[in-house]
């Protein structure tokens, strides 16, 4: 089968949860590819894994709702290398980074005011644009 993927240090997804399947890969490499099932298809069921903790779970599905399918499943696919052990290497490492970033906790938002010069210029923009059409109305 596979191999298990290690996503951080506390989290490792073990290859039975994982489903890879072999298919015959498209774009040029002539008789190669006409012949050789060697794009890499992997499964994840994210809604249903047990080495998911409650709390991953929650965050990858919400993070990674778009591109789940209706059971939960995430669907990645390596066809850039022309043999199955290198797709298959390529695909199992990017489910891994996949993970790692819909499990990166979103950065705590600090309040900002805007320093005194730039309120001062936005406030001296918008004197200007007001007395601009104020002269325009005078014309007509």
């Known amino acids: 089968m596979g191999r298990a993927v290690r996503v951080r240090d ?3 997804i073990p290859a039975s949860e994982i489903a890879l399947q072999y298919v015959r890969a498209s774009g040029p ?3 190669n590819v006409n012949k050789v099932a ?3 298809v992997l499964r994840f069921n994210v809604r249903d894994s047990p080495s998911l903790a409650a709390a991953d779970r929650e965050r990858v599905l919400a993070r990674l709702a778009p591109r789940l399918t209706n059971e939960g499943e995430l669907v990645l696919a390596s066809g850039v290398y022309r043999d199955q052990s290198r797709n298959r290497e390529a695909v199992l490492t990017r489910l891994a980074t996949v993970l790692r970033t819909a499990l ?3 950065r705590t938002r600090r309040k900002t005011r805007p ?3 730039a309120v001062e210029r936005r ?3 918008k004197r200007a644009r007001a007395e601009r059409k104020r002269e325009r109305r005078s014309l007509e």
Request: aromatic share 0%; net charge positive.
């Open 104 to 106: 990166r906790p979103p």
């Open 10 to 12: 506390d989290l490792v």
């Open 123 to 125: 406030l001296a923009a």
């Open 29 to 31: 490499g002539g008789q």
């Open 115 to 117: 320093s005194r010069a």
């Open 38 to 40: 060697s794009k890499a």
